[in-house]
């Protein structure tokens, strides 16, 4: 089974411009997470979704970043306008809930440059 | 809120032993994670733990958990140069068991 997959891999890009990162989960998970790392604060969650509905978007930094997901199988985080201080990676995790506990899977990330 | 944290750097040599330490706060933890980064790549689960053990093995990994001292850690016995990476733990929270709270992570050397 293909794990969670993120598109693109790398992303550079010039203040001011939109960027949209793309996540796939896991086939049959009902969570999906948005995280971000930097050196400097670590990993952050940004927000997540249970069967598509957002629950928790209070991690997201302000309201230039907006996250959806339309399908099961599709999710988008989008920066608009984009500026140098969201240089990260930006991560896609997905899980299946079960009593008690969550297991989160991670995609290989994206790496955004803003210039 | 849970807080997590974990010591920042740990150099061992290769065919020692690694021990990565952790601590949380909330006590109503029901599992707890480790989880490696590797440079590049995203985090790749290694191994978790229920609350109610106190230990669980898995080949060359060994995790302690001491619910006492809100204290977990991972063990890995002869240490490869594979295994330098950044090494996670993570707590689940007590609200809304599908949030997970990441310590900022243990950056392990191998050396030959």
């Known amino acids: 089974d293909a794990g969670v997959i993120q598109s693109p891999r790398h992303e550079v890009t010039e203040m001011g411009q939109e960027v949209t990162l793309r996540c796939k989960p896991i086939?049959?998970?009902?969570?999906l997470f948005w995280y971000r790392q930097t050196m400097m604060r670590g990993l952050e969650l940004l927000i997540y979704f249970n069967n598509n509905v957002p629950i928790d978007d209070s991690g997201m930094p302000e309201d230039r970043f907006s996250a959806k997901m339309p399908n099961a199988s599709f999710s988008t985080l989008k920066i608009q306008p984009s500026e140098p201080r969201d240089s990260a990676v930006y991560f896609c995790?997905?899980?299946?809930?079960?009593?008690?506990?969550?297991?989160?899977?991670f995609g290989p990330g994206t790496r955004l440059t803003v210039l | 809120g849970e807080d997590v944290e974990q010591s920042l750097f740990l150099s061992v040599r290769e065919g020692d032993s690694s021990v990565i330490n952790c601590t949380y706060t909330?006590?109503?933890?029901?599992?707890l994670y480790w989880y490696k980064q590797e440079p590049g790549a995203g985090l790749q689960l290694l191994t978790y733990?229920?609350?109610?053990?106190d230990m669980k093995q898995d080949q060359r990994l060994t995790v302690l958990l001491n619910k006492k001292d809100k204290h977990l850690s991972l063990r890995i016995a002869d240490t490869q140069t594979g295994d330098s990476a950044i090494y996670f733990c993570?707590?689940?929270?007590?609200?809304?068991?599908?949030?997970?709270?990441f310590g900022t992570g243990t950056r392990l050397l191998v050396s030959p």
């Open positions: 733990i229920f609350s109610n053990m």
């Open positions: 909330d006590s109503s933890s029901t599992y």
């Open positions: 086939s049959g998970h009902d969570y």
């Open positions: 995790a997905s899980s299946l809930a079960q009593a008690g506990g969550n297991t989160q899977y």
């Open positions: 993570a707590a689940n929270m007590n609200t809304g068991f599908q949030k997970l709270v």
